[in-house]
């Protein structure tokens, strides 16, 4: 089975950043999709980012576009999310997330198909 770590997260102001990374371990995940997302208080579960297999495609939620960027290193079978200005609004734990498919063609937003997770890092911004 594979494991994810997530790590980064804490507590900022509205305007700062944060840079969150997951670790993977138990088996490689080049062939698999790898993605972000984000749960608030009385809230689902909702996309935040994703990039393919291959790293050559992202796929960003509307709220968090430019603000942003998911990266990962196939070398070190790592991921990380830079976030950039962030506002009140980005207030939830985050979620790292694999693709359950290798060599999916295209990046999915929908959560279902992420068959590994990791537990989770709480991100609070204040205003």
């Not at 996309?47 to 998911?70: C, E, H, M, N, Q």
């Amino acid at each position: 089975q594979v494991q994810l770590v997530e790590s980064g997260g804490g507590l900022v102001q509205a305007g700062g950043s944060l840079r969150l990374s997951c670790a993977a371990s138990g088996r490689s995940l080049s062939n698999y999709a790898m993605g972000w997302f984000r749960q608030a208080p009385g809230k689902e579960r909702e996309f935040v980012a994703a990039i393919s297999w291959s790293g050559g495609s992202t796929l960003y939620a509307d709220s968090v576009k430019v603000r942003f960027t998911i990266s990962r290193d196939k070398a070190k079978n790592t991921m990380s999310l830079q976030m950039n200005s962030l506002k009140p609004e980005d207030t939830a734990v985050y979620y790292c997330a694999a693709d359950g498919v290798p060599l999916r063609v295209a990046v999915t937003p929908t959560r279902r198909a992420y068959n590994y997770w990791g537990q989770g890092t709480q991100v609070t911004v204040s205003s």
